[in-house]
C-alpha cells in the first residue's frame, strides 16, 4: 500500500503551473473530486492522515489498519487545515456520520 499522506505536485500541460492533488492510498490513482474521499487517521497522538475514495477504498484502509478510525470528508480538509493553521476564524463542524 502506498501511504502518500500529503498532497502530490502534479505537473501542469498547457497551464503553465502546476497544482497540488491527493493520490488514494488503497488504489493509488489521483483523487480528482475530494467530495468522493476521505481523510481518514487512527485516533492518538500524530499520526498519518490517509486519503481514500469513499466506499471500497475506505473499507480496505480499515480492514488493512484493523482499528478505529476517525474520518473528515476530505473536502472539507482544507478548512480544518486552515482553522489549525490560525488562518481563519471561520470554525468548521463534523458532520454527523
Ligand atoms: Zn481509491
Redesign the pocket.
Known sequence: MSMKSIPAIIPETGEGYSKFSF???????Q?DNLGR?MAAWEPGEATDVYH??K????D?LDKILDTYLLTVEACDLPIFLLRDLGLTRYEPTYAAA
Open positions: 493520490f488514494c492510498d488503497i488504489c493509488d490513482t483523487i474521499a481514500v475514495h466506499g471500497k477504498c475506505l480496505a
